[in-house]
């Protein structure tokens, strides 16, 4: 754990030892002792400093468990878990599996796991299952290399998946898990294709944060085999989407092609992104209204734009049904041209709640679901820099909205514009705006704007 921890002075490390092998007979004392640190602060060094001392293992052991348990702290169970770490056995898996799965000690029970269980990738495989954000990665991570067959089949389905971003696992998914190989054979599992489908579009982003595409040695290999199987497959969103990914990935340059590469990879996702059913998947997508399915609604316009498809109609019609869904408004403001950013306007204009989205400016960060109203004036706003004379309904309203992105958004709309296309009343907008603002730095602006 030490590359993600701040180290204390060795004496400190020591004293802290002395406190530890002082209290083992009474273990409630630990209790006080731990009260007040920090357990990622001082994990490592107290580790090292026990670790270089006689400690009787089993005391160490019961202490340790008592503090897990008895801990109505965070930190000091962490340094429970810790001390569990250098002493406890296969006796302790079913408490660090128990406390692993909250995870914010997910990472202290991984390590503790694979120092004290019998077969430790097993006990992290099982603690993994439980987990879904960091916690989850932290327990993949000391998967790497497991030869486990069970826990190869679950990195390829599921084990990728993860809350923060798949891109963090996906290489270890792939390499460990197998998947060039797995996708050798000819009838798969639905939830194989689909978690081949989703290691291979986070591979696709060769910039996220860990090895992509560029260090997956079967790459080409896995994207012709992949195509093979989706040729053969249901259509779905999320198919659909690894195969427009594959796609725009065979077409970047700065990726190291074999050769005939990726001449042969485009035509093949040509081939199969030009069949008729990808089309008629995303069409009824669109047209299910279910509040459910608004995740969905929002890939299938993503998936439409890249499949040439007109879908402009239907975005607006499902904003007038919905009319707070940002992500919406934003593909619509993206979308829009010269002669469709009126009606998109328009549609803004009638149904958004300006009188509650004029509510006075404060300075929220404006996250949230109960923001999505703020959000969807923002997207629409920003990009009227763009069409001098749009919105002059909403600007005023934006310049009097609580979140801070959005009076800013109306500023830069209204700078950008030339001053002869700038409504009449601009000015005094402006001027209300910066006698309200409670931001400094936007206040500056405001007033600079006043004075252009």
């Not at 052991?61 to 000091?76: G, I, L, Q, S």
């Not at 692993?100 to 990738?121: C, H, I, K, Y």
């Not at 060769?206 to 290999?221: E, K």
């Amino acid at each position: 754990m030490s590359s993600h921890h701040f180290q204390v002075e060795s004496q400190s490390a020591a004293e802290l030892a002395d406190q530890v092998l002082i209290n083992l007979d009474d273990p409630a004392q630990l209790l006080e002792v731990f009260a007040g640190l920090t357990a990622v602060r001082v994990a490592d060094d107290l580790v090292l400093e026990l670790r270089s001392r006689p400690v009787p293992r089993e005391k160490l052991r019961v202490a340790a468990r008592f503090v897990a348990e008895h801990a109505t702290r965070r930190e000091v169970a962490k340094l429970g878990i810790v001390l569990l770490g250098i002493s406890g056995d296969q006796r302790d898996s079913e408490l660090l599996q128990l406390l692993g799965s909250l995870e914010e000690f997910a990472l202290f029970a991984v390590v503790a796991l694979m120092n004290t269980q019998p077969d430790r990738q097993r006990a992290v495989f099982e603690l993994a299952k439980r987990l879904d954000g960091w916690g989850r990665i932290h327990a993949v991570e000391r998967l790497r290399g497991c030869s486990d067959p069970e826990i190869k089949a679950w990195l390829l389905r599921e084990g990728y998946s993860n809350g923060v971003l798949d891109e963090y696992l996906a290489y270890i998914a792939a390499t460990t898990g197998g998947l060039y190989e797995a996708l050798l054979d000819d009838d798969i599992d639905d939830a194989l294709l689909d978690g081949a489908g989703g290691i291979l579009r986070a591979l696709a982003n060769l910039r996220g944060p860990t090895a992509n595409m560029r260090s997956y040695d079967d790459a080409v290999p896995v994207m012709h085999r992949f195509a093979e199987h989706l040729d053969r497959a249901a259509p779905t969103l999320g198919r659909l989407r690894t195969a427009q990914s594959l796609q725009e990935l065979c077409r970047q340059d700065d990726f190291e092609w074999p050769e005939e590469e990726p001449a042969r990879l485009q035509a093949r996702y040509q081939d199969l992104l030009s069949q008729p059913r990808w089309r008629e998947l995303v069409l009824g997508e669109l047209a299910d209204e279910a509040p459910e399915h608004r995740g969905r609604f929002h890939v299938a316009l993503t998936c439409a734009g890249k499949l040439g498809m007109d879908v402009f109609a239907h975005a607006l019609d499902r904003l007038r049904n919905g009319s707070d869904d940002a992500f919406i408004w934003q593909w619509a403001m993206d979308e829009a041209d010269e002669t469709t950013v009126e009606q998109v306007v328009a549609l803004a204009e009638e149904i958004l709640p300006l009188d509650n989205l004029a509510s006075g400016p404060t300075e929220s960060l404006g996250l949230g679901r109960d923001f999505e109203a703020d959000m969807a004036l923002e997207f629409v706003v920003r990009p009227l820099s763009e069409y001098p004379g749009q919105g002059s309904r909403l600007l005023p309203v934006a310049l009097s909205n609580r979140v801070i992105r959005c009076r800013r958004a109306a500023l830069g709309a209204l700078r950008a514009w030339p001053p002869e296309q700038r409504p009449p009343e601009a000015h005094a907008w402006i001027t209300e705006a910066a006698e309200r603002e409670p931001d400094p730095d936007l206040r500056r602006e405001l007033l600079a704007f006043l004075t252009d």
